[in-house]
Protein backbone atom coordinates (compact mmCIF):
# COMPACT_ATOMS: atom_id res chain seq x y z
CA UNK A 1 0.00 0.00 0.00
CA UNK A 2 2.85 1.95 0.80
CA UNK A 3 4.76 1.92 -2.63
CA UNK A 4 1.73 1.94 -4.26
CA UNK A 5 1.07 5.17 -2.98
CA UNK A 6 4.92 6.38 -3.24
CA UNK A 7 3.99 5.42 -6.62
CA UNK A 8 0.92 7.28 -7.32
CA UNK A 9 1.91 10.81 -6.04
CA UNK A 10 5.99 10.88 -7.18
CA UNK A 11 5.54 9.61 -10.73
CA UNK A 12 2.24 11.64 -11.15
CA UNK A 13 -0.01 8.73 -11.94
CA UNK A 14 -3.29 10.76 -11.11
CA UNK A 15 -3.11 12.13 -14.49
CA UNK A 16 -2.19 9.20 -16.16
CA UNK A 17 -5.12 7.03 -18.34
CA UNK A 18 -6.53 4.35 -16.59
CA UNK A 19 -5.44 1.47 -18.60
CA UNK A 20 -1.60 2.78 -17.85
CA UNK A 21 -2.48 3.07 -14.19
CA UNK A 22 -4.04 -0.45 -14.53
CA UNK A 23 -1.17 -1.95 -16.02
CA UNK A 24 1.50 -0.62 -13.74
CA UNK A 25 -0.61 -1.95 -10.84
CA UNK A 26 -1.51 -5.80 -12.31
CA UNK A 27 2.00 -6.11 -12.74
CA UNK A 28 3.46 -5.33 -9.91
CA UNK A 29 0.64 -7.37 -7.85
CA UNK A 30 1.26 -10.45 -10.59
CA UNK A 31 5.07 -9.91 -9.64
CA UNK A 32 4.30 -10.32 -5.50
CA UNK A 33 2.20 -13.57 -6.20
CA UNK A 34 4.60 -15.02 -8.48
CA UNK A 35 7.70 -14.05 -5.67
CA UNK A 36 5.57 -15.73 -2.89
CA UNK A 37 4.25 -18.77 -4.34
CA UNK A 38 7.78 -19.46 -5.46
CA UNK A 39 9.16 -18.77 -1.80
CA UNK A 40 6.60 -21.15 -0.89
CA UNK A 41 6.99 -23.89 -3.31
CA UNK A 42 10.90 -23.86 -2.51
CA UNK A 43 10.47 -23.44 0.88
CA UNK A 44 8.44 -26.76 1.62
CA UNK A 45 11.07 -27.88 -0.64
CA UNK A 46 14.12 -27.19 1.70
CA UNK A 47 12.35 -28.15 4.36
CA UNK A 48 11.71 -32.15 3.23
CA UNK A 49 14.91 -32.05 2.28
CA UNK A 50 16.46 -30.79 5.22
CA UNK A 51 13.71 -31.97 8.06
CA UNK A 52 15.25 -35.61 8.68
CA UNK A 53 18.75 -33.88 9.31
CA UNK A 54 17.82 -31.43 11.50
CA UNK A 55 17.28 -32.19 15.29
CA UNK A 56 14.84 -30.22 17.39
Not at 7 to 21: A, D, N, P, V, Y
Not at 32 to 48: A, D, F, P, Q, R
Amino acid sequence: AKAYGITWSFMHMEGEKTWFRRAIVWTAVFLIIYLVTLLLIEGEYLYSTLAPLVRW
